[in-house]
């Protein structure tokens, strides 16, 4: 089945280092994104990618790194910089409309992963 | 300011009666979309309904139906029937155009928490 994998589903974190979230998706969409969820704060924008080596800046992007060297696949670092980066993280998927997607193209989520730093 | 603004943390409801959930947004784009999403407590986003900018009449799917009032720009959830399996977090979100004019980036609110009382 088509879908979004996001590994592992949790994950624990020594405070000063590094680590890389995984997303993977079978569903050939050419555009990617990263959620950041808190409580009380809804989803916000980290990254996001409209295509193969490209991406943007969301509004929370400082402290994190992405990279876009497949299209099937879209890894988040967290970095030491981020300042606290227990979280839950949600990676999505969906048509870019410049590729003959219609408007009304949903997102399609993964199960998340929740960090948290230790 | 907030693009989308959900002004209702949560909200309770009993079973098998219907319930309204707010949601406004703030564009200058013409052409836009709109969409509600629902988290179970597992965590994953379930995509629930859209409504476009252009649509003329409101947006439904089976117990969902979206109450579309553009003057306002408002975009509320309207739920018939609720049922126990309801109980979750409810999330409205946009998808307008950024600066190259494709429609991907989707900002979200901050959601309302729904419980369905027996």
């Known amino acids: 089945d088509g879908g979004i994998t996001q590994s592992p589903k949790y994950l624990f974190r020594k405070e000063g280092q590094n680590v890389t979230l995984s997303c993977e998706q079978n569903?050939?969409?050419?555009?990617m994104y990263w959620y950041r969820q808190d409580p009380g704060q809804g989803l916000r924008l980290i990254y996001y990618?409209?295509?193969?080596?490209?991406?943007q800046k969301g509004d929370i992007a400082e402290g994190y790194s992405v990279s876009r060297e497949k299209k099937e696949s879209f890894p988040l670092t967290v970095t030491s910089a981020q300042k606290n980066p227990t979280a839950f993280y949600l990676c999505?998927?969906?048509?870019?409309?410049?590729?003959?997607?219609?408007?009304?193209?949903?997102?399609?989520f993964g199960q998340g992963t929740r960090l948290t730093v230790v | 300011a907030q693009k989308i603004t959900q002004t209702q943390p949560g909200m309770f409801v009993q079973e098998k009666e219907a319930v309204t959930l707010d949601c406004t947004y703030d564009?200058?784009?013409?052409?836009?979309?709109l969409f509600w999403y629902k988290q179970p407590s597992s965590g994953e986003m379930i995509f629930l309904i859209y409504?476009?900018?252009?649509?003329?009449q409101n947006a439904t799917e089976g117990r969902y139906s979206l109450n579309f009032q553009k003057a306002r720009k408002s975009a509320n959830l309207v739920i018939s029937a609720s049922q126990l399996g309801d109980s979750a977090m409810y999330f409205c979100?946009?998808?307008?155009?950024?600066?190259?004019?494709?429609?991907?980036?989707?900002?979200f609110g901050k959601g309302t928490l729904l419980t369905v009382n027996p």
């Open positions: 990618s409209q295509i193969v080596n490209d991406f």
């Open positions: 979100a946009m998808r307008e155009p950024n600066s190259g004019g494709s429609n991907y980036k989707l900002t």
């Open positions: 564009t200058s784009d013409q052409s836009y979309g």
């Open positions: 999505a998927s969906s048509i870019d409309r410049r590729t003959g997607g219609p408007l009304n193209t949903e997102a399609f």
């Open positions: 409504q476009g900018s252009y649509d003329e």
């Open positions: 569903l050939n969409h050419d555009a």
